[in-house]
């Protein structure tokens, strides 16, 4: 079985917001608990009504996103996802990014 670490980038399914159906998207690892993994959802958008933090292509240090322009993250809607729901994994923030975002989170 695959682990996946804070600072990774994978592709999950996920509601935000709490409604509509889910969508796989990307969505960094911030943490983990046993077969669990905590996550906050990448969106090409930012939120209109909770902050959103950009994310650029020249943040990873491995792999990246599929488009060219800067992503958003939405901590709003962090979310635990079962490492068994992982489709793939998409590339690795920077040491320097996952400090000056995440923290002590």
């Known amino acids: 079985m695959s682990r996946f670490v ?3 980038v994978v592709l999950v399914p996920l ?3 709490g409604a509509g159906p889910e969508k796989v998207r990307p969505a960094l690892v911030v943490g983990g608990e046993g077969e669990r ?3 906050i959802p990448v969106s090409c958008t930012p939120s209109r009504d909770t902050p959103s933090v950009p994310l650029a ?3 990873f240090c491995r792999g990246g996103l ?3 322009r800067e992503s958003y993250l939405l901590p709003a809607h962090a979310a635990w996802v079962f490492h068994k729901a992982v489709i793939g994994k998409k590339g690795r923030v920077s040491q320097e990014f996952l400090s000056r975002f995440v923290g002590d989170m």
Do not use: T
Request: charge should be neutral.
């Open 6 to 8: 804070r600072g990774d």
């Open 15 to 17: 509601r935000i917001g």
């Open 37 to 39: 993994l905590r996550v």
């Open 66 to 68: 599929d488009i060219v």
């Open 57 to 59: 292509p020249m943040d």
